[in-house]
T-cell receptor, first 116, second 116 residues
Framework: AQKITQTQPGMFVQEKEAVTLDCTYDTSDQSYGLFWYKQPSSGEMIFLIYQGSYDEQNATEGRYSLNFQKARKSANLVISASQLGDSAMYFCAMREAETSGSRLTFGEGTQLTVNP | DTEVTQTPKHLVMGMTNKKSLKCEQHMGHRAMYWYKQKAKKPPELMFVYSYEKLSINESVPSRFSPECPNSSLLNLHLHALQPEDSALYLC???????????????FGPGTRLTVT
């Protein structure tokens, strides 16, 4: 079964508008971490934001915020005031407490295109 | 400084060649990772080193041989590769290989490998 599901292969948004990228996850652990990474066409994976399963507040980092709904097992990324440079592939990932080390499970990704 | 460097950026090699990919970080991180990524797919974990010891090998074929000479360096030795091994190879590092809060992984720009 898929542990991380990103149902939007592609998304389009107008510059300066907000966009939400969906991510749902599946785990039986109580302690886990959720991450979002951005990958431009250059290839580098850029860490954006982290949410711990016990964190009561939704994580925010600048224009990025994570809409964490634990009961629904969703961790959607919200990008406010989109910029042309936000065009990239976005991956949601999870680290489960029961896995050894820091193994991340990635979703299939969402390709975001910001239109001028 | 959150930089992970990788060399070379691009590599073309024949199936009988021996080559090495190099990765370096100076963030004091004690865990380092190798990932393989095919086009438009998420990264796939290959190896994890934690405190300079191999902690995870995801059943990678022996034609890929990792080496961690010290806590800042990670190499991936390549020998007798197949055309299907052509991919983007990403290196990452994190504070440690445990389950500390966040412990986010920082990625290098990758090496684009083509096997002919």
């Amino acid at each position: 079964a898929q542990k991380i599901t990103q149902t939007q292969p592609g998304m389009f948004v107008q510059e300066k508008e907000a966009v939400t990228l969906d991510c749902t996850y599946d785990t039986s652990d109580q302690s886990y971490g959720l991450f979002w990474y951005k990958q431009p066409s250059s290839g580098e994976m850029i860490f954006l934001i982290y949410q711990g399963s016990y964190d009561e507040q939704n994580a925010t980092e600048g224009r990025y915020s994570l809409n964490f709904q634990k009961a629904r097992k969703s961790a959607n990324l919200v990008i406010s005031a989109s910029q042309l440079g936000d065009s990239a592939m976005y991956f949601c990932a999870m680290r489960e407490a029961e896995t050894s080390g820091s193994r991340l499970t990635f979703g299939e990704g969402t390709q975001l295109t910001v239109n001028p | 400084d959150t930089e992970v460097t990788q060399t070379p950026k691009h590599l073309v090699m024949g199936m009988t060649n021996k080559k090495s990919l190099k990765c370096e970080q100076h963030m004091g991180h004690r865990a380092m990772y190798w990932y393989k990524q095919k086009a438009k797919k998420p990264p796939e974990l290959m190896f994890v080193y934690s405190y300079e010891k191999l902690s995870i090998n995801e059943s990678v074929p022996s034609r890929f041989s990792p080496e961690c000479p010290n806590s800042s360096l990670l190499n991936l030795h390549l020998h007798a590769l197949q055309p299907e091994d052509s991919a983007l190879y990403l290196c990452a590092s994190s504070q440690d290989g445990g389950r500390a809060r966040a412990n986010e992984q920082y990625f290098g720009p990758g090496t684009r490998l083509t096997v002919t």
